[in-house]
C-alpha cells in the first residue's frame, strides 16, 4: 500500500504498542499537504491512548486550463497561482507556504495551484521555464511574480504591493 502513495514511510506504525514499547523511536513523517491521516494507537493493558492525527488541509484550490479564464482571469479579487510539478521537491515547501499565506489573506485575496506537467500550454502562455514560480494577478491582469522558492516574507512583499494596487 505504500507503494502507491507519493512519499515513503521508513517505519510502520503497529497496530497496538505494548506499555514497554518506546515511544520515541517512532518513525513520523510530513505527508503532502492534501493528505489527511488518522491513527489511534492504544497501549495493550493500559488506560493510555495516544492518537496520532497529521491533518493538512490544501487551502489553495487546483486551477486548470479548463477553469483558468473563471477563476483567475475573472476573479473579482487578486489571485495567487503557485506553478509547480508533481516530481518537484522545492515545491512542496512551497505548497505549505502558499497554504499558509491563504489562510492568512482570506477573504482578500485567492489561492491557487496549477499542474505544470498537465496544464503545459497555461505554463507556456505565461512562459514558465522552471517551478516553483508564483504569480499574482489583479483584474485579469499579471501585477507579480515570485521565481523560485523564497522565504515567506517575498510572497508577503508581493501580494501587499498587489493588494496596494
Not at 518506546?22 to 491513527?39: K, T
Not at 492525527?53 to 483567475?72: G, L
Not at 504569480?135 to 496596494?164: H, Q, W
Amino acid at each position: 500500500m505504500a507503494s502507491s502513495l507519493p512519499f515513503s514511510v521508513h517505519q510502520t506504525l503497529p497496530n497496538r504498542i505494548s506499555s514497554h514499547s518506546n515511544l520515541n523511536s517512532l518513525c513520523f513523517f510530513s505527508p503532502p499537504s492534501n493528505l489527511r491521516l488518522h491513527r489511534r494507537i492504544r497501549a495493550r493493558n493500559a488506560s493510555l491512548t495516544l492518537n496520532v492525527q497529521c491533518v493538512s488541509q490544501a487551502k489553495a484550490e487546483v486551477v486548470t486550463k479548463e477553469s483558468w479564464n473563471k477563476m483567475i482571469l475573472e476573479s473579482g479579487i487578486p489571485v495567487l497561482v503557485e506553478f509547480y510539478a508533481s516530481w518537484c521537491g522545492p515545491c512542496r515547501m512551497v505548497h505549505r507556504v502558499i497554504d499558509e499565506l491563504a489562510a492568512d489573506y482570506e477573504g482578500k485575496l485567492k489561492c491557487f495551484v496549477l499542474n505544470t506537467d498537465k496544464d503545459l500550454q497555461i505554463a507556456e502562455d505565461y512562459e514558465i521555464k522552471a517551478v516553483p514560480v508564483v504569480m499574482l494577478f489583479k483584474n485579469g491582469e499579471k501585477c507579480e511574480s515570485v521565481i523560485g522558492t523564497m522565504p515567506k516574507d517575498f510572497y508577503i512583499a508581493a501580494i501587499e504591493r498587489v493588494l496596494k494596487q
